[in-house]
């Protein structure tokens, strides 16, 4: 497909919008539903839109052609385990918090793919992580900084610590993806990550009877069609997200991942009253600040390499 930037642009843009009220769906059910059960909505239903993309791309043979099933199952298992921890940290924060410290994950990314994928991290990215952490830190403070003993007043604490370990985990999902993509397919990565999200969110049903709180619960008509919506929205972000970089290098499109805290406001308030405290609203920039620095610095020694590889291809060295 040739490169379009601004298409690219565009479709990253709706991609976050859909991905947002995707979660609002789920945070307006989030009191009645566990988070295994709106994982498997979110899952199955996503199934539906992308089936369908794939049948007309004419990619569904390379979807599920594949020589590395562990490799899936292992990006699977990290992803779901934060979408888990993302999805029951809705039951207790505000949207605009639970997607402000979500993030926290570019940031987390930088530090694990130095620690575990042996990348060369300079000076200028590791003094943004550490200056979006401060960001990070703002953002958590008020939640944490309560009377764990009162009883019902812990709760934010809760949801503060499940959307941290919420992005955290979604950064080691990250970094597999990154391992994957050296052999495997866009396509093949989201389908076979669809499919154990759907599987997984289905395997919770039985922990009701020996958890209530997981229990499953029978949704009405209303809820139903919130819950199927929420994973049709799930499948159509991410088509929109994965057009977005088929027309646009990552570099490109990836600090537009920022105007979620847009819609994200916008529909908090809107919809469920929640007006923005101003920790969310300076960390949360301070954060996505830093996310566009590094980002803009990947792409500056991304083009120096080019350059430097092109500049030693027209002299090689003679021996």
């Keep these: 497909m040739s490169a379009n930037p601004i298409a690219g642009i565009v479709a990253k843009i709706v991609s976050t919008l859909a991905f947002t009220v995707m979660t609002s769906c789920l945070k307006y059910v989030s009191s009645r539903y566990p988070a ?22 004419g990619n569904i043979v390379h979807a599920v052609r594949t020589t590395r099933i562990g490799g899936h199952l292992l990006r699977s298992i990290i992803g779901n385990c934060s979408m888990f921890s993302g999805f029951a940290a809705l039951h207790f924060l505000p949207l605009q918090d639970a997607i402000a410290i979500g993030y926290a994950s570019p940031l987390i990314i930088v530090v694990f793919a130095a620690l575990f994928l042996k990348e060369n991290v300079r000076l200028y990215r ?26 019902g007043k812990s709760g934010p604490a809760i949801g503060a610590i499940l959307a941290l370990a919420a992005a955290a985990l979604a950064a080691g999902a ?22 154990c999200s759907t599987f997984f969110g289905l395997c919770s049903l039985p922990f009701g009877m020996m ?35 088929s027309h646009a290098d990552a570099s490109v499109i990836a600090p537009f991942e920022y105007t979620s805290m847009i ?19 300076l960390g949360g920039l301070i954060v996505a600040a ?8 990947e792409r500056r020694i991304g083009i120096a390499r080019r350059a430097e590889a092109e500049e030693s291809a027209k002299h090689p060295i003679k021996g």
């Design 126 to 151: 590791w003094s943004a992580v550490c200056i979006g952490f401060i960001g990070v830190l703002i953002m958590l403070w008020p939640h944490l900084s309560i009377d764990w003993g009162a009883e």
């Design 290 to 297: 830093t996310g566009v620095f590094i980002v803009w610095r």
């Design 263 to 281: 819609w994200a406001l916008l529909i908090g308030y809107f919809l469920f009253g929640d007006a923005p405290t101003l920790s969310i609203v």
């Design 174 to 195: 990250g970094i597999q993806i990154r391992r994957l993509t050296m052999t495997e397919r866009t396509e093949a990565i989201v389908l076979y990550f669809t499919l």
């Design 211 to 245: 958890f209530p709180d997981a229990a499953w619960a029978l949704p009405g008509w209303h809820d139903f069609i919130i819950l199927v919506l929420a994973g049709i929205l799930g499948g159509i972000g991410q088509i929109l997200m994965t057009t977005g970089y």
């Design 36 to 57: 295994g059960e709106m994982v498997f909505f979110r899952s199955a239903f996503a199934l539906l839109p992308l089936s369908a993309w794939l049948i007309w791309q």
